[in-house]
């Protein structure tokens, strides 16, 4: 029963979207016979204030990257510092009495 449940829904997932890609690839008629205004005022193009919006927040992002990695082998080429050895035996964050255990 899995099995043809399986195939069925695979035979679905592949059909469904041929059979609509299908359906919507019938010929647009254009009318021709109404008028359009003619309009004088030329497009923005590639630059429009969406297109600059976007490559100005192209070169923001690509800056931040270049200073993060400058950053990152800034961090890991500096030298370690030297970790100081504790003298005192004493563990300050040990209980000062043992735990019991029920």
């Known amino acids: 029963m899995r099995y043809t449940l399986r195939s069925a829904r695979t035979a679905t ?3 469904l979207p041929a059979a609509l890609l299908l359906a919507g690839s019938s010929v647009a008629f254009a009318d021709d016979g109404v008028a359009r205004a003619e309009t ?3 497009g ?12 100005a927040l192209g070169i923001v992002g690509m800056t931040l990257g270049v200073l993060r990695q400058r950053r990152k082998a ?7 510092r030297p970790v100081e050895a504790r003298v ?7 209980p ?3 735990l019991r255990q029920p």
């Not at 800034?74 to 370690?80: L, Q």
């Not at 005192?88 to 040990?94: F, I, M, N, Q, Y």
């Open 96 to 98: 000062l009495s043992p």
């Open 13 to 15: 997932l592949v059909a």
């Open 40 to 42: 004088n005022s030329t």
């Open 44 to 55: 923005f193009g590639m630059l429009g204030p969406v297109g600059l919006a976007a490559v």
């Open 88 to 94: 005192d035996s004493e563990d300050p964050t040990r």
């Open 74 to 80: 800034r961090a890991a080429a500096a030298p370690a």
